[in-house]
């Protein structure tokens, strides 16, 4: 979802009167939020392991997309995307390789390339589903129905 924020928020933010300094201020921040929450994920994976930590980060980042859906001014975005969704985004990313780390004692090395492959595939189908959802319905209800696929994480 970082990847494709531009293409989803784009129209969504001028229509607020938001242009690039609000764009910059959200996926600033996400990124803020993103990379400070591994001094929280790690504590929060250790004590209630990998698979736990990853589903509250997926019901962290449908949560954060679903509050964006109904979002009206930039300082809720900011709240919802940016620190809620890269809170989330962080928990998954550190519990993933945790969880790798701990799963596969082998061939440790494929496990990681078929993840970072996996990612990559999502990166590449993601921009044409959000340009799909937005051709077909509003901001609000494909913003939905991507939080609703990030809640099944």
């Known amino acids: 979802m970082v990847s494709v924020f531009g293409l989803m928020f784009a129209d969504y933010l001028a229509s607020l009167g938001e242009h690039a300094f609000g764009a910059a201020l959200v996926m600033n921040v996400c990124n803020i939020s993103l990379n400070f929450s591994g001094l929280i994920t790690g504590p929060i994976i250790k004590r209630f392991k990998p698979r736990k930590a990853a589903i509250l980060g997926s019901l962290l980042t449908g949560s954060a997309l679903t509050l964006c859906s109904y979002s009206t001014k930039l300082w809720q975005i900011v709240l919802s995307y940016s620190v809620t969704f890269g809170f989330g985004l962080g928990l998954i990313q550190s519990s993933t390789f945790v969880a790798l780390n701990s799963f596969f004692r082998l061939r440790k090395g494929r496990a990681v390339g ?15 589903l959000v340009q799909f959802l937005l051709s077909n319905f509003n901001f609000r209800d494909a913003t939905l129905i991507i939080g609703g696929l990030a809640f099944n994480g």
């Open 114 to 128: 078929f993840a970072l492959a996996g990612t990559g595939v999502g990166q590449i189908l993601m921009p044409l």
